[in-house]
């Protein structure tokens, strides 16, 4: 079994095969499940103090925060090399 690993900035890797989604934090109802990640304690910020560009779900639902564009996590995602470029 071949795990795909997808680079979300600053050298963080989530496994591929676990994302449900990649979505901008703009509209109301996501920062809704960031706060609601917050309080059960299931928010991972790999933001490292930069402005959260990505909210990333998983399966096992922990929101993961990246400072990476979506379309770059997606793009990087679909990709063979999935780890040559950070921020």
Do not use: C, W
């Not at 309080?39 to 925060?65: C, F, M, N």
Request: aromatic share 2%; net charge positive.
């Amino acid at each position: 079994m071949d795990i795909k690993l997808v680079n979300i900035g600053f050298g963080n890797i989530v496994a591929a095969n676990r994302i449900v989604a990649i979505v901008s934090p703009e509209s109301a109802p996501i920062k809704r499940i960031i706060q609601e990640a917050r309080e059960k304690g299931v928010l991972i910020d790999a933001t490292y103090g930069r402005r959260t560009r990505a909210v990333i779900v998983v399966d096992s639902a922990h929101v993961i925060l990246s400072a990476v564009q979506p379309e770059t996590v997606a793009n990087r995602l679909s990709s063979k090399d999935t780890g040559s470029d950070d921020i």
